[in-house]
């Protein structure tokens, strides 16, 4: 199992990896914004929480389709499916793998990228605590979507289609928790929510992921 | 004794049986290779052994996690070096010693090679050496000397033959001589499933919408 995290995060930081990819995505959502929205602090500031959540969600969005579909080519994902792990395992150690290459770098740049959206000074704490909490759930969720459109080609657009409604949830509490936080309101419910949304689907999703695999390489 | 038995097999594909009424065993210390047309099934009937699809009908009795399944691709990383790709596979199953895996398959000299500047052969040979890492009894093997040169075929029937004599099993999918004379053939022909219109069983049929 520490085999298979460490030869995905190996590939993913060696050439062609995609590591950096949903980071650089965010950067340029979170430069471009400004832009578009013009300069106005108070406005960048209301709209801060929000948009670094879209951003983060989309970024993540990005690399999903590459959780499963390079195994499957190279036929590893039949070797893996034969070999004495179970494939939730494998499917938690892929969650596990794309949330450390795509969820925490946002995680860790996300106070710095609030800067650029004039995010109030209050909320950058929850930022952080928000994406902590909320980024696992969208890898997981994501090996969801990628376990059923693995074998399609060019099944991204499908992935995309499938999973972005399950990420709603996510993205309310998620965006709803740092407005709270900024202005200095009660967290608590949010907070919970979160967690709870996550916690449920790092417990369940792994299993019909690995079902959806056994399906798709009949 | 018997490590793989198989009774009243049958598969499909794509919802199609594509072969049926499959009985055969296979000893410790045999190859069993089996032969056929394309498409008769030769791939669909090792996926299934492999577990990675359910059987139509029959049964198939063997030693719980004994089988090391060897598909068409190898299933290797291009930017992991030959080292770190047959290491991965040791450690999934959970075994360590690398060195005389390489070294029966010829390659030492590339082990710090990225997979990706290896040439087919050589590709195939760090696939066949997985085999030997996962330390199971029985292989399942697919078409495993498509683009091996002559010297590289007779290492690999080396190999299997080494296995053999180790207590090991082979199953071996393939259209060429591997220069086994030990093993016995089995030919696929007279197993292929009747049509449902000549009195064959059915299919899954909703098996073709997953």
């Excluded at chain 1, 929205?37 to 960048?44: A, D, F, H, T």
């Excluded at chain 2, 090679?113 to 029985?138: D, E, F, M, N």
């Excluded at chain 2, 207590?167 to 030919?187: K, M, P, R």
Aim: proline share 6%.
């Amino acid at each position: 199992m520490i085999a298979l995290l460490m030869r995905d995060l190996r590939l993913a930081v060696r050439a062609g990896g995609g590591f950096g990819l949903g980071l650089a995505f965010f950067l340029i959502v979170v430069t471009l914004v400004p832009f578009g929205v013009g300069p106005e602090g108070k406005i960048l500031a209301r709209i801060a929480p929000g948009i670094l959540w879209v951003g983060a969600l989309l970024a993540c969005l990005l690399s999903l389709d590459r959780i499963f579909a390079l195994d499957y080519e190279d036929g590893s994902l039949d070797l893996l499916v034969t070999a004495p792990v179970p494939l939730e395992g494998v499917v938690s150690i892929k969650a596990l793998a794309h949330w450390i290459t795509t969820g925490l770098p946002l995680v860790v740049a996300a106070p710095v990228f609030g800067i650029l959206l004039h995010l109030p000074q209050g909320a950058h704490v929850w930022m952080v605590i928000s994406l902590l909490l909320g980024t696992p759930a969208l890898s997981v969720l994501g090996t969801f979507g990628a376990a059923l459109t693995v074998g399609l080609k060019r099944g991204g657009l499908l992935l995309s289609l499938l999973v972005l409604p399950f990420y709603v949830p996510t993205l309310i509490f998620g965006a709803e928790l740092v407005r709270r936080g900024a202005e200095g309101m009660n967290t608590e419910t949010p907070l919970l929510m979160l967690a709870g949304i996550t916690a449920a689907t790092v417990a369940l999703v792994p299993f019909a992921s690995a079902a959806a695999i056994r399906v798709n390489l009949r | 004794m018997s490590m793989l038995s198989v009774e009243g097999f049958a598969v499909s594909r794509g919802g199609l049986p594509v072969l049926e009424g499959l009985s055969f065993s296979l000893d410790a210390g045999h190859a069993l290779v089996l032969r056929g047309p394309n498409g008769v099934g030769k791939t669909t009937l090792l996926r299934t052994l492999a577990g990675l699809q359910p059987a139509l009908a029959g049964t198939v009795s063997m030693p719980p996690e004994s089988m090391a399944y060897a598909a068409h691709s190898d299933g290797l990383k291009s930017t992991l070096t030959v080292r770190e790709n047959l290491g991965f596979w040791a450690s999934i199953y959970a075994t360590s010693d690398i060195e005389p895996a390489l070294e029966r398959m010829n390659l030492q000299s590339l082990e710090t090679r990225p997979a990706h500047s290896l040439s087919a052969g050589q590709k195939r040979r760090l696939g066949l050496a997985r085999l030997l890492v996962t330390g199971r009894p029985i292989w399942v093997l697919d078409e495993p000397t498509v683009s091996l040169d002559t010297a590289s075929v007779a290492l690999f029937a080396e190999a299997v033959r080494g296995h053999l004599a180790g207590g090991g099993a082979a199953l071996i999918a393939t259209h060429i001589d591997l220069g086994l004379n030990e093993a016995s053939v089995l030919d696929l022909t007279p197993f292929k499933a009747k049509t449902p219109e000549e009195g064959g069983m059915q299919g899954a049929f909703d098996e073709a919408f997953l």
